[in-house]
């Protein structure tokens, strides 16, 4: 199983920008999608979840300026992140509980970070 994960970019504050990631491999079922995130010297923190009924958890720091979605079809999670400031500044990182083919149980599984940089 793997995660891949894209749209990272410098933009200015204020601005926005898509990050996408895709879920690929032996995959039976996946039961939810998210972000995490890491700035600078500091812990990774969740930044947004959606589960397979759509459900969405967000950080109270992104909560009406990041937009959580998944196409279930395409296994892939989005997140769009509007209103940008300086400390959303991270990697962010995708994740997601699988359920793959020969396992016994549902597995958390990470992609690689994508830098995301707000600054003027």
């Known amino acids: 199983v793997q995660l891949q994960a894209s749209g990272g970019g410098l933009v200015q504050p204020g601005g926005s920008l898509r990050l996408s990631c895709a879920a690929s491999?032996?995959?039976?079922?996946?039961?939810?999608m998210g972000w995490h995130r890491q700035a600078p010297g500091k812990q990774r923190e969740l930044v947004a979840t959606?589960?397979?009924?759509?459900?969405?958890n967000y950080a109270d720091s992104v909560k009406g300026r990041f937009t959580i979605s998944r196409d279930v079809a395409k296994k892939m999670v989005f997140l769009q992140m509007d209103t940008l400031k300086p400390e959303d500044t991270a990697v962010y990182y995708c994740?997601?509980?699988?359920?793959?083919?020969?396992?016994?149980?549902?597995?958390?599984?990470w992609g690689q970070g994508t830098l995301v940089t707000v600054s003027s």
């Open positions: 994740s997601s509980r699988i359920f793959r083919s020969g396992a016994y149980a549902y597995d958390d599984y």
């Open positions: 491999g032996s995959i039976i079922d996946i039961y939810a």
């Open positions: 959606i589960t397979s009924d759509s459900n969405t």
